[in-house]
């Protein structure tokens, strides 16, 4: 009779019952809202014991070390090192002055993949340019011998929108700068702050152009500067940044498992980076990320194991071209993926939850909608794109969810010093753990497609 | 008759014409909170122009001379340096690395009069201790080889008191650790923020104490190696700081005046000091005390000539040892002063006035917190001490004010790279003018001892 019931139960409602998220999953969300310790031992663990993880260093591969022992200790499965070479830069001394008619020291960093200035330095008058589209409207040879300072101011947004509206004069204005001859480029740091402590980033020379030093400076210097020029007719700076390409030197991303009831289904791939900048300790950048993720998918297993397999992603070498999630959708291109989210915007709470599925599986998306409302998170219209890392769900495309967190505060921090452990909030972490909870206990839970295609 | 009627007004009531504010003042003062530029102008000027201003160097001659052509341009008399020899210290390598068991860089800055690691640094076990109490508690010889970390934490507090509380770690904590056998000392920033940006500061060494390296960690990293201790067994630390002591170099104070009606009566002199230290650019400590001090003069000037002379003192090498102050009080400690007051607190609003003459001339006492009642500030029980460049008051047994400015945010940026212009307040810097612009305009105009012998 039990068994009669049971195929009844099959045949009469299949998709119910695979649907079903397990019936204690709500609890564990709500539990996790309030006493969740796991993401914050992650992030508290890796910054004391590990700190900066820079890609393709010693002190990356620490990291890796250090979080497969603790993916292990915290009974996750398969947990395992997937290696890949890359081009490592580092960075080494930095030094910017004013030496004439105001001299005075200003703080600055290299920018990822910036040319080296020699120890000796170079010294060159300053071009002032007030946003990106100024330095692009210059002509040929405009910037001749002289350092071009892209001053481009960044403000607040809560959902980020300011990074893509500043971020091109770090991304490329370097290489602009040096098209129209530039022998550097300094640019006001891409942050929301007004501290001494620069933010460094990643720029980017395309084939064929010439690298050249690239910095930034501290907001308060960036103003400094600027007050300079308004009273100076010349204003000269002289710069030291001596980064190195070191050559190809071993990253890897860090894998784990949940396995699922039914190994033949996609997973559900979560991701974050394990590696940071220099600078800091990669806390909300993006230790937190990593805490997230593995914490959910804990308090799922823990309310039984899930249908799919959960898939935790801690890529490596995000932050300075996306090497380890380029090597992870090399690797596993052909795996087909259920659905992919990533965390890597800081660790404060979650207010947006964003699919790629809305039309084309209009159930399961207001259904997880309804689920995280009482979390203080709102549906919307916009259609999730996915971190960096998970482009292995773009290329494939399947689902993506983006849970957006509020990003008011992130770029005061984003990619400078002052990413450490005390910027965390614990209750917004586990607001985020809590979120992240029900999301992943419903989709693990899914028998059908999650994005089926239309 | 004329000469008549004014004898008569003369022995009928002449402290009432000679106590009496000019009629314009309080509408001056008014202007001032809505209006001043000059404040702002200084204090963005010298920022600007010349930048950090370390005690006995040239780039604080610099300062001297920019300050003396801005005092000359802006209508002050007698503008003059007073130059003095001092001793000089400067900061030069600073690097702090945990080692083991958790290798990665620390935040550190040396503190004034830190003695030199040698440019190979020392490696030793730290050894935490949670107070300066605790510190002093040690037997003799229980630091033997090793680095003291002072973790002593400082709260906010409105009057500053927190500074008093928490300062002792660094002001003696180095020597107390070095009597104990310390080979360096590393202490937790004297300061309220959590920003990589350590808080230096002098230390002392008295005479037959033997000077040891000397630094404070930030504060996030101080958190992160107050984790570490409690983690692991030994942590151990290299330390390379050196700084040295490049021998007698000149420094000096800049004076200037506006010259009262009767110059047999002793001046109000009014001080804030021109040096600075050397991460930051001195926006708050204390180019916007000098510039607060410099326009109440002035405002007080435009509403016709105080009875009394107003000097300021432009203070040099406040930082290091009030060398100016003590040079100061030396060579014009035999000139009486009518009462001293000194702006070096940051540019936050003042919130409350204190005297050292509430019971000898309660009256003025009254008249004064009257008269700056309107602007937010409140009288006091308090017996006012005064700052640390106006020693010859105390020194003379003279009339002191203290016109509290708010110190909430003041120790997050203290003796850090953070001291720039856009810390200030341009809104709360103007209530300092208006404040002071009341103040000084009644004592110039006091034509009796403000402070009476009792």
């Not at 002032?128 to 350092?147: C, F, H, N, R, T």
């Not at 596993?332 to 939850?353: K, N, T």
Request: glycine share 10%.
């Amino acid at each position: 009779m039990k068994s009669f019931a049971f195929a009844v139960g099959v045949l009469a409602m299949p998709a119910i019952l695979h649907a079903q998220a397990p019936a204690g999953l709500a609890e564990q969300a709500d539990t996790a809202l309030e006493a969740d310790r796991m993401a914050w031992d992650f992030v508290e663990g890796i910054t004391t014991e590990v700190g900066p993880r820079m890609p393709g260093t010693e002190a990356e591969a620490r990291g890796r070390k250090w979080a497969m022992a603790w993916l292990e200790a915290n009974g996750f499965a398969n947990v395992a090192n997937e290696p890949y070479m890359m081009q490592t830069w580092l960075r080494r001394e930095e030094e910017a002055e004013i030496v004439s008619p105001f001299p005075q020291p200003m703080a600055i960093t290299a920018l990822g993949n910036s040319a080296s200035t020699g120890p000796e330095g170079i010294t060159a008058q300053v071009v002032g340019l007030p946003s990106y589209a100024a330095l692009q409207a210059l002509p040929d040879g405009a910037l001749e011998g002289k350092i071009a300072f892209i001053t481009h101011d960044m403000r607040v947004t809560q959902d980020g929108s300011g990074y893509s509206f500043a971020g091109p004069a770090r991304w490329t204005g370097p290489a602009v700068a040096a098209s129209k001859g530039a022998i550097a480029t300094v640019i006001r740091s891409i942050g929301t702050d007004n501290h001494r402590t620069p933010h460094t980033g990643g720029t980017n020379f395309p084939e064929g152009t010439r690298p050249i030093p690239a910095g930034a400076l501290s907001n308060p210097d960036a103003d400094n500067l600027e007050r300079m020029l308004e009273r100076a007719e010349q204003v000269r700076m002289k710069l030291v940044l001596t980064p190195q390409v070191v050559g190809e030197t071993e990253s890897g991303n860090v894998v784990a498992e949940i396995t699922g009831r039914d190994v033949s289904l996609p997973p559900v791939l979560l991701a974050c980076h394990l590696d940071s900048w220099d600078l800091g300790t990669g806390a909300i950048d993006d230790g937190a990320g990593c805490g997230i993720i593995a914490a959910a998918a804990k308090n799922v297993a823990a309310t039984g194991q899930p249908l799919r397999t959960i898939r935790l992603l801690f890529a490596g070498a995000e932050e300075v071209g996306v090497f380890g999630g380029a090597a992870y959708a090399r690797a596993h291109g052909d795996e087909p993926v259920a659905v992919a989210i990533e965390s890597d915007f800081g660790a404060d709470r979650i207010w947006r939850i964003d699919t790629n599925f809305a039309e084309s599986n209009e159930g399961l998306h207001n259904r997880l909608a309804e689920a995280v409302a009482r979390f203080g998170v709102a549906p919307s219209t916009a259609v999730a794109t996915g971190g960096a890392d998970i482009g292995i769900a773009r290329d494939q495309g399947t689902a993506i969810i983006d849970l957006q967190q509020d990003g008011t505060r992130y770029f005061d921090l984003h990619h400078t010093p002052d990413d450490t452990l005390d910027k965390v909030d614990p209750a917004q972490l586990r607001q985020n753990v809590a979120v992240w909870t029900q999301v992943v206990g419903i989709l693990a839970n899914e028998a059908g497609s999650i994005k089926p295609a239309e």
